[in-house]
């Protein structure tokens, strides 16, 4: 589970912004908050960030998004670290950017932070926290590396950060050499870290392709429920070398694709979502096609590119929506986003049917950035599931929770309050009245 996340000179946020997953002393839906016994905390299973246009919210998702690619993907040698520095204060284009994670992994806390510019891993450190004490495994400072005395083979470790690259976080070269023990940190980026943009085809959609999954049946029980005129999602065979792609990347794909794996193909020219899988030394491939009902009971099969936008965003969703609700997952996801092209009644039912699962056990938990204050519902949300990105005159974003507001009840209109501007988060719209009565262009050409 994620608890904080701290970030510091990146893109719009110039100073230290703080956002966290600890739930407060607050009382409303206390049943569906998973409690850590053992620290003595609970840890929300869901928050949502509100704000205007341009107020910060995809640059906290973009930042999420970096952290993750670095640890997972690591850099090329000598290659420049994609940072993004605040650009509207010379003094913060030269000062290094600094990212800090507290996570909830096997039932232990960990703290892993690092600073770095777009050329040189500044500092990187890697603490276990329990409920008494503080230990660092690991503290990165410049070329220097500390270890705790109580890890094993001290001497490989020291081996294995002199292999590591200025441009390069020693928890990624570490993993790459086999050091098994800073690996849960490493795979909590890699596995339970998931991140969907607003314009990205989640990835899962091979679920459908396969009726012996174990959410094929679930998914497709759903559809008919949410009003996306689909009756059920099929997969669709066709012979790989019918596939339109250009012949380097079927290449790619021959050589590339070991037996028993798959891999999914979104967008390309002229198909739609392919999933191509090597058995029996043989590529196969099956194409996502959805089907609906004729008055008279029979199905007609539709392309994935005929359905509406708000379909597609629903079959993009909801396995994330399903996974996220599994007694026994642990996934995190970030959506950015998440009222794109849904009804505002459609997002609050998966939401709902989302939390109806949550309770002190669960360790699943889901982030959304949205622009939709309908979901800004007390009877839906807490005051500290709720929060707020705004920019200030500056260009700085920072977050704010409703839970820091001591004027808001239980059972105020909070969604009132934050468009009257009382919360803060809101466009500051300079927009005239009078444009409204302006002449067009093409009224003006008419006219000379």
């Known amino acids: 589970m994620l608890i904080s996340f701290s970030l510091n000179n990146w893109m719009s946020f110039k100073d230290e912004t703080t956002f966290s997953m600890t739930a407060t002393r607050e009382r409303k839906h206390g049943e569906r908050v998973p409690k850590l016994a053992k620290y003595q905390a609970r840890i929300l299973p869901v928050a949502t960030i509100y704000g205007g246009n341009a107020s910060g919210k995809t640059n906290f998702f973009m930042a999420l998004n970096f952290a993750k690619n670095l640890i997972t993907k690591g850099s090329q040698p000598d290659s420049i670290i994609p940072v993004e520095p605040f650009r509207l204060d010379d003094a913060s284009l030269k000062a290094p950017s600094t990212f800090t994670f507290e996570l909830l992994i096997n039932e232990k806390i960990y703290e892993f932070s690092f600073s770095l510019n777009k050329t040189t891993i500044l500092e990187e450190k890697l603490i276990e926290i329990t409920s008494t ?35 390069q976080l020693f928890l990624t070269n570490s993993v790459s050499q086999k050091v098994e023990i800073f690996r849960p940190i490493y795979d909590w980026f890699n596995h339970t870290l998931e991140l969907v943009a607003p314009d990205s085809r989640f990835e899962s959609f091979e679920h459908f392709l396969d009726e012996d999954h174990p959410l094929y049946a679930t998914m497709n029980d759903l559809l008919p429920q949410l009003d996306t005129g689909i009756s059920k999602l099929g997969g669709e065979p066709i012979p790989f070398e019918n596939l339109s792609l250009p012949d380097a990347l079927k290449k790619d794909i021959q050589e590339q694709v070991r037996e028993g794996t798959t891999v999914r193909l979104v967008g390309a020219k002229n198909i739609d979502r392919v999933a ?67 009804h505002t009644l459609l997002t609050r039912k998966i939401l709902e049917a989302y939390l109806s699962n949550c309770n002190q056990e669960t360790r699943s938990q889901l982030l959304l950035t949205t622009h939709d204050v309908l979901l800004m519902d007390q009877d839906l949300l ?13 260009g700085t974003s920072k977050l704010y929770s409703f839970s820091d507001y001591q004027d808001i009840r239980y059972d105020k209109d909070i969604r009132k309050s934050y468009l009257q501007g009382r919360l803060g988060g809101i466009p500051r719209i300079l927009l005239n009245a009078d444009l409204a009565n302006a002449e067009s262009p093409s009224q003006e050409v008419t006219e000379s």
């Open 382 to 394: 807490r005051k500290d599931e709720m929060w707020v990105a705004e920019r200030d005159a500056s």
């Open 133 to 167: 004490s503080e230990k660092t495994l690991y503290h990165r400072k410049g070329n220097e590396p500390h270890f705790h005395s109580s890890l094993n083979d001290l001497d490989f470790l020291r081996f294995a950060f002199k292999g590591t690259r200025d441009n």
């Open 276 to 342: 191509i899988t090597r058995k029996n030394g043989e590529l196969t491939a099956k194409k996502l096609i959805s089907f609906h009902t004729k008055s008279d009971g029979s199905q007609v099969k539709f392309e994935m590119r005929q359905e509406s936008d708000g379909s597609q965003r629903v079959i993009e969703l909801l396995p994330a929506f399903l996974e996220l609700s599994s007694h026994h997952s642990n996934k995190v996801y970030v959506i950015d986003e998440v009222d794109r092209s849904l």
